[in-house]
């Protein structure tokens, strides 16, 4: 009795060719939002001046640092009135507290700000989706991660039917500097297309695409492995924009077949088989900073302009 393959389509075709289409018309314009902007959830504490001596942090990064989830999902939390600064309930961001002197707590439950930090590297399936908990039903790449006592959170995403390299940790600082779009990270990928890559679309590559939401110049394109009616091509970027992969090669009307995420930086997939993870060390993540960090210097000692605008 065989168990049935999940299905992968994640991204609906309908949507990648909407995707698709907004970014086929950025190639011949680039045309900047002027419209009104949406309203803040809630008003905002106002912002003070910085004073490190005092012990006080944002909560969302106090609990992005504890491990508890990325920063972005703590504002969730605490919008939604989760979480509580010695024993009131705090539902406005930008409020500040100290992690050592307040007890801070989530769902009634105190944060451990001492809990050592954490890191792994998983080598994702396909059909899992890159979050800690699915509202559609479906599993997660949490479901792999068993065995681990510290809670731990995926560091970035892979879609549904991508595959390969996923970070984890509890370190809410240093997963914030590794899913910046300015962190500038290598991200380096194995895409198996459908048909034959022409050398006017890999020189297309090499130059870039226009993106409806900006451009992106790969840092490397080659052409791996012919198979029969279907090629292997690495290709390496640092934008870090949503399904970019997917969507460049949408423009040049090439299919994807398959898409494995294989090195962060220095760091790669090797070895580490599929559905598995191993536990990495800290100087394995600053390897990855220090990678980006050189190829910011290379950049600007060139004079090549980053692509990355806020």
Do not use: C
């Not at 018309?25 to 905002?44: D, F, Q, V």
């Not at 992690?99 to 989530?106: K, L, S, T």
């Amino acid at each position: 009795h065989e168990t049935p393959k999940p299905e992968t389509v994640s991204i609906s075709r309908q949507k990648l060719l909407d995707i698709s289409r907004l970014d086929q018309k950025a190639t011949l314009r680039l045309k900047k939002y002027t419209g009104p902007k949406l309203p803040k959830l809630r008003e905002e504490v106002p912002k003070e001046k910085k004073n490190p001596a005092d012990g006080r942090e944002r909560l969302q990064k106090i609990l992005s640092m504890a491990g508890i989830s990325s920063r972005r999902k703590a504002e969730e939390l605490i919008l939604l009135g989760h979480v509580t600064v010695n024993g009131k309930v705090v539902n406005t961001l930008g409020t500040k507290a100290d992690p050592v002197e307040d007890v801070i707590a989530v769902d009634g439950k105190a944060l451990e700000t001492s809990t050592e930090k954490v890191y792994y590297l998983l080598n994702k399936p396909r059909g899992y989706v890159s979050t800690t908990e699915d509202p559609q039903g479906r599993q997660t790449v949490m479901n792999l991660m068993t065995g681990i006592k510290t809670r731990v959170y995926p560091v970035g995403r892979l879609d549904y039917a991508s595959e390969g390299l996923l970070l984890f940790t509890n370190d809410g600082e240093v997963a914030n500097k590794l899913m910046h779009p300015s962190s500038g990270i290598r991200r380096v990928y194995a895409v198996k297309i459908k048909g034959e890559l022409s050398e006017e679309n890999l020189k297309a590559l090499r130059k870039g695409v226009q993106l409806s939401d900006g451009f992106i110049r790969p840092l490397r394109v080659a052409k791996r492995e012919h198979l029969r009616n279907k090629e292997w091509i690495e290709i390496q970027i640092t934008e870090g924009k949503n399904l970019e992969i997917r969507r460049i090669f949408a423009v040049l009307g090439l299919d994807i077949d398959r898409l494995r995420r294989i090195g962060l930086g220095p760091l790669r997939i090797d070895g580490v088989p599929v559905g598995k993870y191993i536990r990495i060390s800290k100087k394995d993540i600053e390897a990855v900073l220090e990678d980006a960090q050189e190829l910011l210097e290379k950049r600007e000692s060139a004079g090549i302009v980053s692509t990355f605008q806020v």
